[in-house]
Each structure stands twice: as C-alpha cells, then as structure tokens.
C-alpha cells in the first residue's frame, strides 16, 4: 500500500521558517513527479511547489523566493524549505506524488503562522 507521510508542520511566528518532509512508500520513487499543495479554510487547493523526476521545478507565483522545493530519492523524501513565512501562507500542506496514472497524497501537515 502506497503511503505519503508528511511531517515538519507547526506553528511559526511570521518571517520564520520551517522545513516540511513527505517519506513516500513508493516502489521507484524517482520516476515520480513530487509536489506540495496547500488548502486554507474555505479555500481550493492550491500548487504550492512541484520537482519532477529530472530534478525541474516549479513555483506558485505567491512562494517564489521564499519556498524551496527538493528531493532526496535515495531516501524517497521530497522536501519543502519555507522560509520568510507570512500569516497567508497559514494552511493544511499535503504531499503529492504521480505518474502517468498514478496519483497519490499524504493526509497532510497542518502549518500555521501566527504571532
């Protein structure tokens, strides 16, 4: 069974940092696309940063130069380093990996930023 684990989430003060981290449990992880999304209340989910196999990345517009997206697949982890956090960014942070057909997501990790 496929199986997504998040974990770093916590509350942080506005302008620290924090370091999320998604263990995935699947056979060939490098060929996976990994990607982080977000949901805030009463918000749609939304792509918070995604690294493809190649090692390409890529941004949502409102975490550009603040969030770094990484992997390790010798250790199947795909990584998320926030930096300069803002009370906006406050949301559930859900791991995701695919390819092809194959989709699958983390419960997700509860990030809150508040002073």
């Known amino acids: 069974q496929v199986q997504l684990v998040e974990s770093g989430g916590g509350l942080v003060q506005p302008g620290g940092s924090l370091r999320l981290s998604c263990a995935a449990s699947?056979?060939?992880?490098?060929?996976?696309?990994m990607g982080w999304y977000r949901q805030a209340p009463g918000n749609q989910r939304e792509l918070v940063a995604a690294?493809?196999?190649?090692?390409?990345?890529n941004y949502g517009d409102y975490v550009k130069g603040r969030f770094t997206i990484s992997r390790d697949n010798a250790k199947n982890t795909v990584y998320l380093q926030m930096n300069s956090l803002k009370p906006e960014d406050t949301a559930v942070y859900y791991c995701?990996?695919?390819?092809?057909?194959?989709?699958?997501w983390g419960q997700g990790t509860q990030v809150t930023v508040s002073s």
């Open positions: 690294i493809t196999s190649t090692g390409s990345t």
């Open positions: 995701n990996g695919h390819h092809f057909t194959s989709n699958y």
């Open positions: 699947l056979s060939a992880f490098s060929i996976y696309h």
